[in-house]
């Protein structure tokens, strides 16, 4: 486990970021679709993460963007009942490998 203090200061900001937006999510104050935009964006101003590192959070997000793409198919913009434990599974996932950089 990599301490906060071997994380650089931008990488930082964006875990803080990643963290913030699954709780708003978590919250229901945004919605999947948003959340799933968000997080690609954030991700992407990560600048010192391992490869494996970002290569596990990719695997997770596609997995929120594609409930996120068939909730849309469906005319929704919230996670299908089906969808759930996936979304659930992938932003703890998630929230793991954030931890794991703190």
């Known amino acids: 486990m990599t301490s906060q203090s071997n994380t650089n200061p931008v990488d ?4 803080a970021a990643i963290q913030r937006r699954i709780e708003l999510y978590k919250q229901n104050r945004i919605e999947l679709s948003q ?5 690609l964006t954030i991700v992407s101003g990560t600048i010192a993460v391992p490869r494996d590192w970002h290569t596990k959070f990719m695997q997770h997000w596609s997995a929120i963007e594609e409930a996120n793409a068939l909730a849309l198919a469906a005319g929704s913009d919230r996670v299908l009942p089906e969808h759930e434990e996936v979304i659930g599974t992938a932003l703890n996932e998630i929230q793991r490998l954030v931890r794991s950089r703190f």
């Open 35 to 39: 959340l799933t935009q968000d997080l």
């Open 12 to 15: 930082r900001a964006v875990l």
